[in-house]
């Protein structure tokens, strides 16, 4: 079974940075859509990045112009590179499949792995 593995996480300070890396085997990320996901406590998961294999990008409104979304396919890894972090970017981050920005599938997938813990600090 393929499983990805998001990684990265950590406590920072508001105006600060971090760089998720998503990991997996048995897929190449090159041949995939892969997005970045969170999930706030008591919250629903929501995207939060996608990359489609044509190296497209998409982002969510609350974090256009902070985070990038990125792939290296020399290292089979998929990288959310935060900047600016705000308190309420605090939640756990995970990578899976990207269907689509409006495209609500991701709800319905069953492995979601550890996921990475963000937490930012005010």
């Known amino acids: 079974q393929v499983q990805l593995q998001a990684s990265g996480g950590g406590l920072v300070q508001a105006g600060g940075s971090l760089r998720l890396s998503c990991t997996a085997s048995?897929?190449?990320?090159?041949?995939?859509?892969i997005g970045w996901y969170r999930q706030a406590p008591g919250k629903q998961r929501e995207l939060v990045a996608g990359?489609?294999?044509?190296?497209?990008?998409t982002y969510a409104d609350f974090v256009k112009g902070r985070f990038t979304i990125s792939r290296d396919n020399a290292k089979n890894t998929v990288y959310l590179q935060m900047n600016s972090l705000k308190a309420e970017d605090t939640a756990v981050y995970y990578c899976?499949?990207?269907?689509?920005?409006?495209?609500?599938?991701?709800?319905?997938?069953?492995?979601w792995g550890k996921g990475t813990q963000v937490t930012v600090s005010s």
């Open positions: 899976n499949y990207y269907f689509g920005r409006r495209d609500s599938r991701y709800h319905d997938m069953d492995y």
């Open positions: 048995g897929i190449t990320f090159s041949t995939k859509a």
């Open positions: 990359l489609n294999t044509a190296g497209s990008t």
